[in-house]
């Protein structure tokens, strides 16, 4: 779920911070400019582990503050394919199951992925595994807050660097503002025994 990831950048130090430690006004600097961001391709940024090598620093005309280049790991959050988590239910949509990590949001389960059959009530907004027995039926609803075991089966990265406005742009009206994507999202499956609400396999 989290990996190590070496990183390499150049971190500019302020000179009302030249009287500390170098490494502590780097680690703070890049926690800053790094910690909770997604990187494109990498993850989510969750904290420095460690500096592995300083370079030269350098003072630009102009400017008082020291440029230094920085060889370091940071911990990322990029679970790998097939990995099994745990996450807590955040609601549902027609589009699937919506899962919450605590520290990450963008997960869902879509309805070709859950446990089959499965319907969506209208009504209660959630999901329903209609779970087939030999005295017939059993709804077993998929509510907000339950944990729930998941698969990763896919995740998608997108590019949310800011960009000038496009001919295409200028001619939309401005009621009709972009719908923000996520710059990392997870695709998850219980549509395999065991997998699902951890309730659904916890025996009374």
């Not at 779920?1 to 390499?8: A, G, H, K, S, W």
């Not at 790998?80 to 990450?104: A, N, Q, R, T, Y």
């Not at 209660?124 to 075991?149: C, F, K, N, P, S």
């Not at 998850?188 to 025994?193: A, D, H, Q, T």
Request: glycine share 6%; net charge negative.
């Amino acid at each position: 779920m989290f990996v190590l990831v070496e990183m390499v950048d150049t971190v500019r130090i302020p000179p009302w911070q030249f009287e500390r430690k170098l490494n502590d006004s780097i680690a703070e600097e890049l926690n800053k400019k790094l910690a909770n961001k997604v990187v494109y391709n990498v993850g989510l940024c969750i904290c420095l582990f460690d500096i592995t090598k300083l370079e030269d620093a350098y003072v630009f005309p102009g400017d008082g503050a020291s440029h230094t280049k920085v060889h370091f790991r940071y911990v990322v959050f990029h679970p790998f394919l097939d990995e099994i988590l745990i996450g807590k239910i955040k609601g549902c949509s027609p589009e699937g199951v919506h899962v919450s990590l605590g520290f990450f949001d963008d997960i869902l389960i879509p309805p070709e992925s859950l446990q089959q059959p499965a319907k969506f009530d209208e009504v209660e907004q959630v999901w329903v595994w209609e779970y087939e027995t030999e005295e017939g039926a059993h709804d077993l609803y998929m509510d907000t807050g339950e944990e729930i075991r998941f698969r990763v089966v896919d995740e998608s990265f997108v590019d949310t660097s800011p960009t000038g406005p496009s001919s295409a742009d200028a001619t939309t009206s401005s009621e009709e503002l972009p719908k923000k994507e996520a710059p990392y999202t997870l695709v998850g499956s219980i549509s395999e025994p065991g997998l699902g609400l951890l309730s659904w396999w916890t025996s009374n």
